[in-house]
């Protein structure tokens, strides 16, 4: 029997199963993507408040031995029709990144055999159900695993903690239209670049591989006609003044879900919630993987305590996720508000309306500003 078993190996899984294993516990960690990859990843940004947390869990040197593209600050046409920017070289923690997230994604994976974790690729977690001290999963269509605790790390789906009678609460219908575009020559520009328009707002970003990935972000009701076709989704990326010189060339877009939404409840007994499966961001704020690196890191002490016989520590773990999904929700509404030129667009006087959940001033608010 495993210790625990991590169902999904991105960012937050595979630091859960890091973490859990260099605890000296026996871990199993599935992922259930393909281990050749056969379109780019989206979800690209990390800022720099990441590298004091990867010097922590020990991943910073690999995490830049793998070329990941370094990000000098981001470009914010929002609020108004000039540009303004922020500078991360400025700041204590120096530039963030553009990560090839395939890659970036691999390379914690590794980390987490190395330090003991088993391995599992191209296969699904179904199926749990109680069993004699845990808990007994299906992997694929056959095998049978039996562990005294499971981390749900499968993203958006949370399909491990649904299938517990976890339920999804969202806070809007955002999604996004990504393309992607073969980087120019001449293009150089490693900063990222987000343009407020009246039915939502783009953002590009080059990423390794000289690819640059621009998305375009709305409701899912409000989508302009003919967007998603490539003909359309081009037509609206030309009306752009500043994103689109800069990827003109994207490719057909796809459509990603992109709400804020989280998990309730995040955790139960013998079980836990990490990364988008617990709390998924608005990509305006550039917080998710970093709050995934961060999440998965604190849901794993707490299983260990929890395994170790401590029972108020899945309840602790809880109480810090609450505070940074309260403090996502007070600066997702700050940063929306701060943008007053179409009031009356269905799109922003949605994100106009909403009651304000108060103010605070803990670190969660200070990480989150429109493009940092």
Known sequence: MYDALVAGGGPGGAVAALVLARKGLRVLLVDATRSVPTRLKVGESLPP????????????????????LRSSGTTSVWGSPEPTGVDF????????WHLDRHCFDHSLRDAAVAAGAELRTEVAVRAPCRADGGWRVRLGEGEQVETRALVD???RRASLARALGARRRRSDRLVGLVGVAAAGEKDRDARTLVEAVPEGWWYTALVPGRRRVVAFMSDADLLPSGIRGAGGYRAALAR???????AEAAGDPRTEAADGSRLEPLSG????????????????SSQGILTALYGGMIGAEALAAFLAGDGAALGRYRTRLDAIAAAYERNRLQAYRSEIRWPGNPFWARRH???????????EDRRWRVGT
């Open 49 to 68: 408040g990441a590298r004091p947390l990867l010097r922590d869990l020990g991943l910073l040197t690999a995490v830049e031995a793998k070329g990941q």
């Open 240 to 246: 752009t003044e500043y994103v689109g010189p800069l």
């Open 269 to 284: 007994s013998g079980w836990i919630a990490v990364g988008d499966a617990a709390l998924a961001f608005d990509p305006l």
């Open 353 to 363: 309306r909403v009651e304000n959940p108060g103010t605070s001033s803990t670190k």
């Open 89 to 96: 070289v400025l700041g204590l923690d120096g530039p963030g």
């Open 153 to 155: 790390a499968t993203g």
